[in-house]
């Protein structure tokens, strides 16, 4: 009876821990919009690419700090080239200093270690121009944009402007939107799980040694 308890109680925890994580993982991604890029590009010359990084397409991470970002670069023998981005005083837009190193056609992609990452941005052929990917988005959530906003690739959809609801003046520019929560990483909570399964065996072992 007791080693079956224990069984019970390991089982638990790693289910509960995956149920925790698996929603939370699904539902967070986000896609990458590059500025309007320079007309040609060439290898060595160093750029800048500014880029917003938009939690469900829609609006900058709400999660609190996304950490370092950067622009991947992907050329088609496999060769990756990051670029770390800086963030701006705009909230979600971040700029990259780029240098291709040579001549081809190169993916772009982002990188963070937050959300799922966007991993088709745009395509540069070296020397020449910057294709930004077409955006799969249909319809994206209302956000209070100021005159600094995305730039929308092709076949994007809008973006919904948030309704200005007039609020008491006491109150008016200290509300702030919930943080959505983030989860563990689901490698973290297979290991957490795969670390517990081990150790009720353990205690199973030993309870029946005892026992004999």
Avoid: C
């Amino acid at each position: 009876m007791r080693t079956r308890r224990i069984l019970v109680v390991a089982a638990t925890v790693l289910a509960a821990g995956l149920f925790a994580t698996t929603p939370a993982s699904a539902g967070n991604w986000e896609e990458t919009l590059l500025d309007p890029p320079p007309a040609r590009i060439e290898a060595g010359v160093t750029y800048t690419f500014g880029y917003w990084i938009l939690q469900h397409g829609s609006y900058p991470y709400r999660g609190g700090d996304l950490g370092p970002t950067a622009l991947r670069a992907t050329d088609a023998k496999g060769t990756i080239v990051d670029f770390p981005g800086v963030e701006t005083r705009t909230a979600g837009h971040y700029s990259a200093e780029i240098v291709f190193p040579h001549d081809g056609e190169w993916t772009i992609s982002s990188q963070h270690e937050v959300l799922m990452t966007d991993a088709n941005v745009a395509t540069v052929t070296v020397p020449g121009p910057v294709e930004i990917s077409p955006s799969q988005m249909t319809e994206r959530a209302p956000y209070e944009w100021g005159a600094v906003r995305p730039s929308f690739p092709p076949g994007s959809a809008a973006l919904v402007e948030a309704p200005v609801v007039e609020k008491d003046v006491a109150t008016r520019g200290h509300e702030t939107a919930a943080p959505e929560p983030a989860g563990l990483p689901v490698w973290l909570v297979v290991g957490l799980g795969a670390v517990t399964i081990g150790f009720a065996f353990l205690l199973t072992r030993r309870y029946r040694r005892v026992n004999r």
